[in-house]
């Protein structure tokens, strides 16, 4: 009776989180993700579902201290005026439109596969508003390529986004054996992604611009290289085998030590609503777990594991935009077969990323550029999103489920 009753609590504690991650906010309380991750925490220990020793074991504090440490070197380059630096040189090299977009297209997707990509756009976006302004163009296709680029140039590694770096927590899998799997599907993806913004958008991109002013930066060049140089040290290490939590909190810390930067406008630029997320998420699913809720769904329906690569890519991707790609991660994990685990690892964490290409709420990063945009008067809508979303993320995630069977 007892085991019964702590799974109904632990199915309505996660039904009422995954609800609040999908819309945004709680329709009833001013509660947000951040705020929905704190309380189901709370109530899975609360309620007994969940002991407070077993909550706190299931945080898997590494990817805490990974993401923490990462949003350190990304905050010191955002002080260093990298982001505008960037920028001014995006129009020194391009000359129109369309070349502009494959550019921003290019940076973006470069630059989420080693940073994080919510701030990647957090930080790029207003850099590509002010651009399209500069040279008088309509900013939606470029707004659009910085949100799908990133999200599939953070597909790239495991370093790029929070689910990935979640997966190589939580699978062990190697930096170098992930990236030579998912690189070939994340450049092509970049490419896909170019083709088809130009195309639907082509009326919009065509022609040049006259003459420009630069963009207005401050660029400090010696923290610029020392954050690029710590970054650099943080990914020779993660290959040669180092523990990248190791790694990359030794990199914040040195980061840290400085004359030039004030610890608390570093500080004001880590996403804390973020890790809280994690915390929480972490805590949640080990309630739904630890109440037998998992084991009772899958032998309802007579599955425990998804043994077809094609079948794990559509419920990834439909679990994914339906609850968001960190839950589902969360979730998914118990689906992944016990043979040749590191292929489906693979899978999950690049469909999961991928996914978020689908609807303007399918990651984080899209929300953060539409946001941004709509605070700088520029509106994309959910259906100008999707008729992008739609044919990129399915001819994407065709790309990468004939890729990771002609390897398997």
Known sequence: MEHSLHMILAGLILGVVLVVFTLGKSPFFRVDRAGAAIIGAVAMIGTGVLSFEKATAAVNYKTIIILFSMMILVANLKLAGFFEFVGNNLLRVVSNRNSLLFAIILVSGALSAFTINDI?????????????????????????????????GSAATLLGNPQNI??????????????????????????????????YYRKELHGGWKESQQIPVNAHMYLIIKSLLILAFILIMYL???????????????????????????????????????????????GVEESGLVSYIFDQFSFTKVNDLGVFAI?????????????AVLLIRFLIPDTEMEVW????????????????AGSIANLIVVEIAKRNHVHVTAREYFRIGFPLTLLVTFIGYLWLISIR
Not at 132 to 143: A, E, F, G, M, T
Not at 179 to 190: D, E, R, S
Not at 320 to 325: E, G, I, R, T, Y
Request: proline content about 4%; charged content about 5%.
């Open 120 to 152: 990647v756009c957090l930080l790029f976006t207003p850099i590509v508003l002010l651009l399209c302004q500069k040279i008088d163009c309509n900013p939606v296709p470029h707004l659009l390529g910085v949100a799908m680029a990133s999200n599939i």
């Open 166 to 199: 979640l997966v190589g927590s939580l699978s062990g899998m190697s930096f170098l054996s992930y990236f030579i799997t998912a690189a070939p599907v994340a450049i092509l993806g970049l490419f896909c992604t170019f083709i088809v913004i130009a195309f």
């Open 240 to 286: 040669f085998g180092y523990d990248l939590a190791l790694v990359a909190s030794l990199g914040a810390a040195v980061s840290l030590m400085t004359r030039r930067v004030e610890p608390n406008k570093v500080y004001a630029s880590v996403d804390f609503n973020l890790l809280v997320i994690f915390i929480g998420l972490f805590i949640i699913v080990a």
């Open 315 to 327: 419920v990834t991707v439909g679990l994914s935009n339906l609850v968001s790609n960190v839950p």
């Open 345 to 360: 690892w693979k899978a999950l964490a690049l469909f999961s990323t991928l996914a978020g290409n689908l609807t303007i």
